[in-house]
Every structure is written in structure tokens, then in C-alpha cells.
């Protein structure tokens, strides 16, 4: 499907087939995701109002190596099933019902729009479960995360998939991980 839309993991298939890294080729993807992943990370921080106890038993306290952990997770697994699944997969649907090239970029973005508030609305569960989210974190919570998601398709559509996972590990490893590592010391 990607391929149909002009979408997929384009440059993630040309660092795998080639046996040797063009640096060139990939310092635009690592600084567009590093660049947007450090504003989104000061972003974060500044809204980063989660309550004691809203990420529920077990997972308010883990190390600052889990954190990473975390972070590098969320960064592959959610922008492999948000940006490269469901956008891809909302775009080429449009483009199918939709015949009209000129309305390509308008699919771009509704198919980001679509995905980025599905994956807002899978940062709510342990929020809900808890009882601890009043409806203006709900709201800040859905807000943030949807403008991040546009971001980050933003990031997937402009450049690559894996300029969209460099951003999303920089921006959680900031709200996350920084504040952990600056406490230690």
C-alpha cells in the first residue's frame, strides 16, 4: 500500500538493502527527527502534569534505565503502527475511494488527523483505569498528544519513519528520562 501512495519505510529499506550507510543521506532524517524531538520534548515537559499514581500500581517508579527502555519502545512500536499502519493505511483508503491526485495532499492529512487521534486516545487507558484524570488532563492529555501525532506524520510523510522515531525517542527521553538523570546528579 505504501508504495501506492508514496508512502512506507522507504529510507529504512535502502539503510538495510545497502551494504554500506550513506551518512549524507541520513543526517536530514536524524536532525529533522532530533530538532522536533527536542522542541516536543521542552513541550512535553512544560504540560507534563501527571498526577502521583496515574499511570497506576507498578509504573509510577521505575529506573532511569526502564525509562529509556520505554522510550525506545514507544518511539519504534507507536510510529511503526500509527505513522507507517494506520496513516499509510487511511491515505491509500482515500486515495482508493477518492480518485483525484489533487486531493492526495488533503488525504496526507486526514489520514494523519484519523491516526493521530487514535493514538491519543491510546495514551488514556491507564489515565482512565485509575480514576486519577480529571477532564482537563483528559482534554491537555488528547490535545498534546494528537498535535504531537500530526507532528510526527508530519515528520514520517516529509522525511522517513525513522526520522519520526529519532523525534518520538527525543521527545519522551526529555519529559521522561532528563528529569530522572538530572536529579541523580
Not at 493514538?119 to 488528547?142: E, K, M, R, T
Not at 500530526?150 to 521522561?176: C, E, K, N, Q, T
Request: proline content about 4%.
Amino acid at each position: 500500500m505504501g508504495n501506492q501512495v508514496g508512502l512506507g519505510p522507504k529510507f529504512l529499506d535502502t539503510l538495510v538493502i545497502q551494504a554500506s550507510v550513506n551518512w549524507k543521506t541520513f543526517l536530514p532524517h536524524f536532525f529533522s527527527g532530533l530538532i522536533v524531538g527536542l522542541v516536543l520534548g521542552v513541550a512535553g515537559s512544560i504540560q507534563n502534569t501527571l498526577p502521583k499514581g496515574a499511570l497506576g500500581a507498578g509504573l509510577d517508579n521505575p529506573s532511569t534505565f526502564e525509562y529509556l527502555l520505554r522510550c525506545m519502545s514507544a518511539a519504534i512500536t507507536e510510529e511503526i503502527l500509527f505513522r507507517l499502519g494506520l496513516v499509510t493505511l487511511f491515505v491509500w483508503i482515500i486515495r482508493k475511494i477518492v480518485k483525484k491526485p489533487v486531493l492526495h495532499d488533503l488525504a496526507l492529512w486526514i489520514g494523519s488527523l484519523v491516526s493521530s487521534l487514535l493514538n491519543a486516545g491510546g495514551h488514556l487507558p491507564y489515565l482512565l483505569a485509575f480514576g486519577s484524570a480529571g477532564s482537563s488532563l483528559v482534554f491537555i492529555i488528547v490535545v498534546f498528544s494528537t498535535l504531537t501525532g500530526l507532528v510526527m506524520s508530519w515528520l514520517y510523510i516529509r522525511y522517513s519513519l525513522v526520522s519520526a522515531m529519532i523525534a518520538h525517542f527525543f521527545g519522551d527521553a526529555i519529559v521522561y528520562v532528563l528529569p530522572r538523570m538530572l536529579a541523580m546528579g
